[in-house]
């Protein structure tokens, strides 16, 4: 770094090796030998994995990314729908670097603060919807997540009505991984694992209408699938339920839209019983879909938001959950102590991270971007695809989209067995060096907000050639 550098901060060194971690290994089976040997993966089957070995990335820049063998891969998942900003930013190095240097560590605790994690919940208050005024800091979304159901039932009890604690969630919903917001998720496969779900979590069917309502209208499907939560509500006895919790638009569950006018229904029958709203806007915030948040795509005015990944780009693990003005009060008021936290709850260094990344955001005007110019390119080519023989349906906002493959499109027959298609498409897919998820026959891509559209063509391209592939497949894959 330069006396002229016009972002003075600390040197940041050469990314040499660390002590140790190159010198065992040196080539990719090295690496993939290891790996099998020591490390347990999240979401893998270890068998399976040990029997192919892991894709080793080693770098990255923009939204390629490259393997320890030197191939190029263009990332159309932004890592987990997480590195908004695009990989190799110098900005946040900085900002990480300047902040270890001057505070690498403090905590909340015990009635001290930090200036990144109090400029940061400034910061989210301000760019957040209206009426969300205070932040709770957390590392994961799963852990924001579990601090909401923790607020939500404390909140109630404060109320005077401890027996509301049911929190409705959706099937396929994905809300975090530890035994509470696993429960709370509507992914039946994780419930059971573990002995899931713990009490009082409720799951209602998702507004997947390509599946559960084709030949409806979009305005009646959207009242209907509305109607599943109040079903549920006075079912289990509204003098019961807590909240209601919902990605505005389903990710990990295989990208599922709302219809229109779902939320302002979900939002009429929440108040109409007093349930409290929960947006999880983990995957949709910071510019996805094409607005700051997904609350603001659907004019949703949340009790609690849950964010995660995007507000750091993933540079570094930050989480929050926002908290609406009518539950903090009565938490501030009449709580007592909240007897809640984690060790890393407003890391200061992940908090300059994060506001670097807003920062970013703005300076850059990425959300308009998406809005404006690159999500609806993205969402134009994708639906170049729709004649082709395996695609059901193509749908998406800003930069997330869904490709869901189909058996016959006449007949609206799906594949069985469920996943089996997509999972092969997802491996053309990375053969042709682009990284798309298959959630069970669905293509899901949710890149950096940076890709061009040249890379969104070559992602589409790859997408394109790798559903011709799998259309070849398919006489061996349905035996
Ligand atoms: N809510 C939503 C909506 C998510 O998508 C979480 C909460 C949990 O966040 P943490 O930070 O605890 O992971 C998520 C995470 C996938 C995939 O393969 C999706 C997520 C995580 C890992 C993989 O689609 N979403």
Redesign the pocket.
């Known amino acids: 770094m330069t006396a002229t550098s016009p972002s003075p901060g600390p040197a940041v060194p050469e990314p040499a090796s660390p002590a140790g971690w190159d010198s065992e290994a040196q080539s990719t089976a090295d690496w993939r030998r290891l790996d099998t040997a020591h490390s347990l993966h999240?979401?893998s089957d270890h068998k399976a994995l040990a029997a192919e070995g892991s894709r080793i990335i080693t770098r990255a820049e923009g939204v390629w990314l490259w393997d320890s063998d030197g191939t190029r891969i263009l990332d159309g998942m932004a890592g987990?729908?997480c590195v908004n900003v695009g990989y190799g930013r110098a900005e946040l190095v900085r900002a990480a670097a300047r902040q270890m240097t001057e505070l690498p560590y403090y905590n909340l605790f015990f009635k001290t603060a930090t200036p990144p994690a109090i400029a940061l919940s400034r910061k989210l208050v301000e760019i957040t919807p209206a009426g969300l005024n205070h932040v709770f800091l957390t590392n994961?979304?799963?852990?924001?997540?579990d601090t909401i159901i923790r607020m939500a039932r404390h909140f109630w009890a404060l109320q005077g009505q401890p027996e509301r604690r049911v929190i409705v969630a959706r099937h396929n919903?994905?809300?975090?991984?530890t035994l509470a917001?696993a429960s709370m998720g509507g992914m039946t496969a994780m419930h059971k694992q573990g002995g899931l779900p713990l009490p009082d979590f409720a799951h209602i069917r998702e507004p997947h209408q390509f599946k559960f309502g084709p030949d409806t209208a979009p305005e009646d499907f959207a009242r209907e699938a509305a109607g599943w939560l109040e079903e549920a509500i006075l079912s289990i006895g509204p003098g019961r339920v807590a909240a209601f919790i919902g990605?505005p638009i389903q990710?990990?569950g295989g990208l599922i839209m709302p219809p229109p006018g779902y939320w302002t229904e979900i939002q009429r029958i929440c108040a109409k019983y007093d349930v409290l709203l929960i947006a999880?806007?983990?995957?949709?915030g910071f510019g996805r879909t094409g607005e700051w948040f997904g609350s603001d795509t659907y004019q949703i005015r949340p009790d609690f938001m849950?964010l995660?990944?995007g507000l750091s780009s993933g540079y570094l693990?930050v989480?929050a959950a926002m908290v609406g003005d009518r539950v903090a009060a009565t938490l501030i008021e009449r709580g007592g102590e909240f007897l809640h936290g984690f060790t890393y709850s407003g890391h200061p260094t992940a908090c300059a991270v994060a506001l670097e990344n807003i920062s970013i955001l703005e300076r850059e005007g990425l959300v308009d971007r998406v809005r404006e110019d690159i999500g609806p390119y993205l969402q134009a080519r994708l639906r170049s695809l729709r004649d082709h023989p395996l695609v059901g349906e193509v749908r998406g906002q800003g930069l997330i989209a869904g490709v869901e493959l189909i058996r016959d499109k006449t007949r609206h027959d799906f594949f069985a067995p469920v996943g089996r298609v997509g999972t092969r498409c997802r491996d053309h897919c990375f053969r042709n060096n682009a990284v798309v998820?298959a959630?069970y026959d669905t293509m899901?891509m949710a890149p950096p907000l940076v890709i061009g559209r040249d890379e969104i063509d070559t992602l589409v391209d790859a997408l394109a050639h790798a559903l011709d592939q799998t259309h070849q497949d398919l006489p061996r894959l349905l035996d």
């Open positions: 999240p979401f987990l729908w994961s979304g799963s852990e924001a997540n919903g994905y809300h975090g991984s917001v990605e990710g990990a999880d806007e983990v995957i949709c849950t995660a990944k693990p989480a998820r959630v899901v």
